[in-house]
């Protein structure tokens, strides 16, 4: 029973790595950008909703809301300014560009909100502290449920839009070829400006849920941005569900391998990752070095 | 009336020059045909015209308005469309969504009616376009363009790769389109292809033009010693 407890509070704690690896997912499926600054960009958000919580006293929900066209604004001006510019001088410069930023906005948030830790937990009111005991071993919290709701609710919204909208075709058109949808009359400036928008507002989600669920400071990006990445490969780059079913295998792995050990939980996630490479991209040559 | 006017066109990657001062003029309601050899400059004319190719030097007047700096998506709302060589779909795309995605200016053409003219396309009609076959990727690919409502298209080698009887198929579509009276530019390797359904015929080489005429009174050694460069007795 402690097993399933486990498993269920792995799809919770993974349901928070996907919603963290969306943003990623989206960026470097759209424009073929891994975006090292996307936990800052989390935990960034995290910050925005922090000041209107500590400001207006609202709850941290209703503060996300209002966090939001912030960090949408934020978003095209990050397109705008750093990454247009650097998608046009080759694959590694938006890879420097937003190391620099993870930088900078780390040393911008220690400048304003000092190296404190921080959390949320206490303003959200009854869902961090609620939970049901389903039976004696196994219990679900009410914040792991609204993690996973939002998550798949989140996942299912961004399906339809890309499927079933004519601004999710023109986003799937540019994705492919933005040469051939400039000739179709797509702007692909535009589009790609909302793809980062779009990126950054649900990198504030999961830099919410960060704040909720645990704690933040201004360098807790980085350990965000490598669970993120690791959802996003484990799932398969650029695939939106992959992402989902990625974040999820992650924090199945790490609450398992807590399980054996509390030591482990960081190193089964890495263990997944890791074969999960071998097997996808290192198999074949690696049983071809073995055979020499 | 001058629908494209394309003045002292300098084109280039890097160091090549592969347009080097092209000037001619289109009239609306026309058809064009560019011929000459691989590496011509034929295509680059094409992506330089519909905004894909960032021209070193000259101009491009689309009905009068200077479109030469005008980035490609622009020009599509204009009325200028080009239909890339290689098609160039979008996969993922089903055929209704890549010709709905395309779709900046309302007119003629629509979904209903672009599969009206490629018939062969209405099973098709929820297929991404990755599972079709060439000339089903063909048809797409020119009713993308079309959905735009394009004053002027913009054709590049779309006989490319195809089987004769789908080529004569597309072929036989786009008289239908040429009748409703859009204005025609193409780039074509057939000879016999581009002077039947071109009035008038430019013949590139090595980026010039050096043969300019309309497409009846030209006759077929003059046009083939051109497209090799031949040496011509006056």
Not at chain 2, 22 to 38: C, K, R
Not at chain 2, 41 to 58: F, W
Not at chain 2, 118 to 133: C, D, E, I, T
């Amino acid at each position: 029973m402690t097993i399933v407890n486990a498993v269920v509070q792995g799809i919770f704690l993974g349901a928070f790595y996907a919603v963290l690896a969306c943003g990623l997912s989206i960026m470097f499926g759209v424009m073929r950008v891994i975006n090292l600054a996307h936990g800052d960009i989390a935990v960034l958000g995290a910050y925005v909703v922090f000041v209107i919580v500590q400001s207006t006293g609202m709850s941290p929900l209703v503060a996300f809301v209002v966090a939001l066209p912030v960090m949408i604004l934020l978003g095209y001006v990050l397109q705008l300014t750093v990454l247009e510019r650097s998608l046009k001088s080759g694959i590694l410069t938006p890879l420097l560009a937003t190391f620099g930023l993870s930088i900078v906005i780390q040393n911008l948030l220690l400048i304003s909100f000092s190296p404190d830790v921080r959390s949320l937990g206490g303003n959200a009111g009854a869902i961090t502290t609620s939970s049901w005991q389903v039976t004696g071993g196994l219990s679900v919290s009410a914040l792991g449920m609204v993690i996973l709701v939002m998550a798949v609710l989140l996942f299912g919204a961004l399906q339809l839009f890309l499927s079933s909208t004519r601004a999710g075709w023109m986003m799937r058109a540019t994705a492919e070829d933005a040469d051939a949808a400039e000739l179709v009359g797509i702007d692909s400036r535009g589009v790609y400006a909302r793809a980062t928008a779009l990126a950054v507002a649900i990198a504030a989600l999961g830099g919410l849920f960060l704040a909720i669920r645990s704690v933040f400071d201004p360098v807790s990006g980085p350990t965000q941005l490598i669970f993120a990445f690791e959802a996003v490969v484990i799932g398969g780059m650029g695939s939106l569900w992959g992402t989902l079913l990625g974040g999820l295998a992650l924090g199945v792995a790490q609450t398992l391998g807590a399980h054996i050990n509390p030591e482990y939980s960081a190193l089964t996630g890495h263990l997944l990752f890791l074969a999960v490479l071998i097997v996808r991209f290192g198999g074949g040559r690696l049983s071809l070095r073995m055979a020499r | 009336m001058t629908l494209l006017r394309v003045e002292e066109l300098d084109c280039r990657y890097g160091l090549l020059q592969a347009v080097r001062g092209v000037s001619f003029e289109l009239a609306q309601g026309e058809t064009l045909a560019l011929i000459g050899a691989n590496g011509a400059g034929k295509s680059t004319l094409l992506r330089a015209i519909a905004g894909a190719h960032r021209p070193h030097g000259g101009r491009v007047l689309f009905d009068g308005v200077d479109v030469t700096s005008m980035p490609a998506h622009r020009r599509v709302s204009l009325g200028i469309a080009l239909v890339p060589e290689g098609r160039r779909l979008f996969p993922s795309l089903t055929v209704e969504e890549n010709l709905r995605v395309a779709a900046a200016r309302r007119g003629r053409w629509n979904v209903q009616s672009v599969l009206e003219v490629f018939p062969l396309l209405q099973p098709r009609r929820h297929m991404a376009a990755a599972n079709l076959s060439g000339g089903e990727q063909q048809a797409v690919a020119i009713g993308r363009a079309l959905m735009s409502n394009p004053r002027l298209l913009l054709l590049d080698e779309v006989s490319l790769g195809l089987a004769p009887i789908v080529v004569d198929a597309v072929y036989r579509s786009l008289a239908d389109i040429i009748k409703e009276g859009t204005t025609v530019l193409l780039v074509e390797q057939d000879l016999t292809r581009a002077l039947n359904v071109a009035g008038r015929v430019i013949c590139m080489l090595e980026g010039r033009i050096v043969l300019e005429g309309e497409a009846a009174s030209l006759d077929r050694d003059r046009v083939v010693g051109a497209y090799f460069g031949l040496k011509q007795p006056a």
